[in-house]
């Protein structure tokens, strides 16, 4: 798994994501998110990468519940 | 509200309960082997026994096929098994009776989302799949047995004690004219998923139970329909939920309907409300009657070892898993053909006792596979959360428009031969060879099943050896169960023509050469690139667990 940046328009990318996820239902995002996962899995096509990104996937997530502070 | 007619019942042949002379006397007979339960694997198992000329006692509590009447259950015969019942003589009545089928198709909604033609990787004389109602496999297989006359088929005896013995299982069996005792050197449990025997030991099944549920429809129409494998994730006409259309012997399909978890068991199977339920998929004008309603769910149970001792656990009392992709009735009957020869040869005294083992170390992991499969099929099917829902909804959006979201759709991954796994007995693992058609030498033809079909050898194909390497490793394999064959040249043994698909299959290099040894259970058990007459013995000696030395 590469998880140094390769992304040649980073901010375009992501502009294009959000555009993308504009004027959907949170249903709508999630089934376009599950689209998109699966598209770009395609064009990865190694089973280690692809098993190590779910892994990373699903702990940055850890992560994240663990740190975030409640704010009061 | 419409009438909906049900076909008259099937008339299955019920065989007459003779009683043994065991009842009338109080000396314990000792038999070599005693089978309880005449479902697929006992009786597939009894069959290969029989065949071997191996007596066996097979014992049953009912005296007729099938469960429940016409309940068909299983339906889907793999190429595996279809090759096993070649060698057991029952292939041509299955393939008269059954449909014989290798293209499956998933639709979503009204559209095709997947498909697949299992003949395009096949080499074998049998077909991918044939269809037949299994107490019709069952039917032919008793047929056999009988025809065969080695096998003591005891019907309306059923088994109410057993008590494992150093050396042996004692078995105490009911009858309608009284009990008895026998025993067993090897006692195999094909009774089945609630099997009584496995409760009685203590054996724990780590079942499990989905909530998933299904409602069978058995039903003959007058349709014409492609005698395919049609599945559909999410049919318009059963509320967006899977349905199964498969046709078997007699002009009947099985419809099989996904149902609400919360569903009422009986209120679906209603003929009335399955009827409405056809109606809908097959419109107004068609007339069918049913052959079968049959409500259910389905659970997976897996034993943590095959063999304990003396006793031998396989088919359903073994392994259940999930139905999609027949893994069930096929895996017990490939379970019977690994066991049989096994059981012959140790019976013999022509291999050591650790082949018994190598039973539990191939069929296991292949039972593992099997589960492994089957679950990730019954979870693409049955949803567990929103996540899965919204990833299975993508899958199939995606599939309507690019291929390579096809190879996610999974509505059963169908029944193949499981791959073996490295082990004592088998240094490489081992593969099916499937059942090639074959040439001799003069032009004769011959099958991989008819060199397998006369006792219990393995086979040893030998591309091109010279007379000397061939004179040499007869004299080495003298006294071993090994049939020596060479593929071309000149050595002076029975020889078959050189044959690139046979090759190819087998994993040899034709320019290369080299040796196969295919086991009784065509599974290719060695690969030797340089055989000598020494390597070559060797090779038969581990697969049978032989000392290394002659004994």
Redo the contacts between chains.
């Keep these: 798994m590469i998880t140094e940046p390769r992304i040649p328009d980073p901010d375009g990318f992501y502009a294009a994501l959000l555009a993308a996820h504009e004027g959907r239902t949170e249903?709508q995002s999630?089934?376009l998110n599950?689209?998109l996962?699966?598209?770009l899995a395609?064009q990865c096509a190694d089973q280690a990468v692809l098993l190590a990104c779910i892994d990373a996937a699903a702990e940055a997530e850890e992560d994240t519940s663990t740190t975030t502070t409640p704010i009061p | 509200m419409e009438n909906f007619a049900f076909a008259p019942a099937y008339e299955l042949p019920v065989w007459p309960f003779t009683p043994p002379p065991e009842l009338n006397s109080t000396a314990v007979v000792r038999h070599p082997v005693v089978i309880v339960g005449a479902g697929p694997s006992g009786l597939t198992l009894a069959c290969d026994l029989a065949q071997r000329g191996v007596r066996a006692v097979l014992l049953d509590e009912d005296d007729t096929v099938g469960v429940r009447g016409a309940s068909s259950r299983g339906i889907c015969y793999a190429q595996k098994s279809l090759e096993i019942f070649e060698r057991l003589g029952i292939y041509e009545r299955i393939a008269a009776k059954g449909v014989t089928w290798s293209f499956g198709r998933t639709f979503s909604g009204d559209e095709e989302v997947y498909n697949f033609n299992l003949q395009a990787t096949s080499v074998s004389t049998q077909p991918p799949f044939i269809n037949l109602q299994q107490f019709y496999i069952e039917w032919f297989l008793v047929d056999r047995i009988l025809e065969l006359g080695v096998t003591d088929l005891r019907w309306k005896s059923r088994v109410t004690h057993v008590e494992p013995l150093a050396d042996g299982v004692r078995i105490d069996v009911e009858t309608p004219a009284g009990s008895y005792t026998i025993e067993a050197d090897h006692l195999i449990d094909a009774t089945g998923a609630n099997s009584p025997i496995r409760t009685q030991l203590g054996v724990a099944s780590h079942a499990s139970r989905s909530t998933d549920r299904w409602c069978i429809s058995d039903v003959r129409f007058e349709k014409p329909l492609p005698t395919e494998r049609w599945t559909w994730v999410d049919a318009p006409f059963n509320e967006g939920r899977g349905v199964w259309q498969h046709l078997m012997a007699d002009g009947v399909w099985r419809i099989d309907y996904q149902m609400p978890e919360d569903c009422d068991p009986a209120e679906i199977s209603r003929p009335e409300v399955a009827g409405a339920r056809l109606r809908e998929q097959l419109g107004p004008d068609v007339a069918f009657e049913f052959v079968w309603i049959g409500p259910y769910g389905y659970r997976d149970h897996l034993l943590e070892r095959f063999r304990h001792g003396r006793v031998c656990f396989i088919g359903d009392a073994a392994h259940v898993v999930s139905p999609f992709g027949a893994r069930g009735g096929n895996t017990g009957i490939q379970d019977a053909a690994n066991l049989g020869w096994k059981l012959a040869l140790v019976a013999q005294g022509q291999a050591g006792d650790a082949l018994l083992d190598s039973y539990d170390a191939e069929r296991r992991p292949a039972a593992q596979e099997n589960l492994t499969v089957t679950s990730r099929s019954a979870r693409f099917l049955a949803p567990r959360s929103p996540?899965e829902h919204?990833?299975r909804?993508?899958?199939v959006?995606?599939a309507k428009r690019?291929t390579?979201?096809r190879a996610?759709v999974n509505t059963g991954r169908m029944s193949v031969a499981n791959d073996y796994p490295v082990a004592p007995l088998l240094p490489e693992g081992a593969r099916t060879v499937q059942n090639l058609p074959l040439h001799w030498a003069d032009g004769r033809q011959t099958t991989l099943m008819q060199l397998l079909a006369e006792g219990t050898q393995c086979l040893g194909l030998w591309f091109a050896p010279t007379r000397a390497q061939a004179q040499a490793a007869c004299d080495a394999t003298a006294a071993l169960p090994l049939r020596l064959l060479a593929v071309g040249g000149d050595s002076g043994l029975p020889t078959l023509q050189a044959d690139e698909t046979l090759a190819r299959h087998l994993g040899i290099d034709p320019s290369v050469g080299g040796f196969v040894l295919v086991r009784p259970d065509a599974y290719r058990a060695a690969l030797l690139a340089q055989a000598t007459p020494d390597t070559i013995a060797a090779a038969v000696r581990t697969a049978l667990a032989l000392p290394a030395s002659s004994p």
Excluded: M, Q
């Design positions: 249903a999630a089934d599950a689209r996962v699966l598209l395609n | 996540a919204t990833l909804r993508a899958v959006a995606l690019h390579f979201a996610l």
